[in-house]
T-cell receptor, first 111, second 114 residues
Framework: GEDVEQSLFLSVREGDSSVINCTYT??????LYWYKQEPGAGLQLLTY?????DMKQDQRLTVLLNKKDKHLSLRIADTQTGDSAIYFC???????????FGTGTQLKVEL | DTAVSQTPKYLVTQMGNDKSIKCEQN?????MYWYKQDSKKFLKIMFS???????INETVPNRFSPKSPDKAHLNLHINSLELGDSAVYFC?????????????FGDGTRLSIL
């Protein structure tokens, strides 16, 4: 099955850029999603990218995809304290809409 | 006007009991899902239904039985609850089961087994 890995923690200062990385193993992943989870809450869809693209920008968010290396990243520009949360990478597997979630990266934004 | 709503939000019960969690979506979606998030925040899919038909059934103990009475509802019944069932259970829905249809999540049901 698909393995999806993320680093567990990232700490940045307010106003800096954050880059959260994700590696996956299933080369047939067609869509790759990023979700945000705040404490005690559900998962909020942030953005996603189709596998034939290598970059997608959505306001402060930039997604980069290196399909050859099976590496996905999420860049958050001008990181704010409200961005503190767990971020999950979730590629589709098996050709349909089944998601395999990464281990999650806890982002802490310091003043 | 919550899009995906789950009840109850919290469930505390004893080992060996049987309990149900309900999920409803008002997005007009065809596909619904159940996920389990453990204490380390690891999220794994359990089941998916498309238009009331089971399409994903991961390796889950058969004490867990999903039921979809209609497209807008997906319930999860758990028999003979065990300590390891303590987790947060998330319901989600998407337009259909094809790729590229983002999944929208509920706020979760926090199940604690005593």
């Amino acid at each position: 099955g698909e393995d999806v890995e993320q680093s567990l923690f990232l700490s940045v200062r307010e106003g800096d850029s954050s880059v959260i990385n994700c590696t996956y193993t299933d080369s047939s992943s067609t869509y790759l999603y990023w979700y945000k989870q705040e404490p005690g809450a559900g998962l909020q869809l942030l953005t996603y990218i189709f596998s034939n693209m290598d970059m997608k920008q959505d306001q402060r968010l930039t997604v980069l995809l290196n399909k050859k290396d099976k590496h996905l990243s999420l860049r958050i520009a001008d990181t704010q304290t409200g961005d503190s949360a767990i971020y999950f990478c979730a590629p589709t597997t098996g050709g349909g809409n089944k998601l395999t979630f990464g281990t999650g990266t806890q982002l802490k934004v310091e003043l | 006007d919550t899009a995906v709503s789950q009840t109850p939000k919290y469930l505390v019960t004893q080992m060996g009991n049987d309990k149900s969690i309900k999920c409803e979506q008002n997005l007009g979606h065809d596909t619904m899902y159940w996920y389990k998030q453990d204490s380390k925040k690891f999220l794994k899919i359990m089941f998916s239904y498309n238009n009331k038909e089971l399409i994903i059934n991961e390796t889950v103990p058969n004490r867990f039985s999903p039921k979809s009475p209609d497209k807008a509802h997906l319930n999860l019944h758990i028999n003979s609850l065990e300590l390891g069932d303590s987790a947060v259970y998330f319901c989600a829905s998407s337009q259909d089961a094809g790729g590229g249809q983002p999944q929208h999540f509920g706020d979760g049901t926090r199940l604690s087994i005593l």
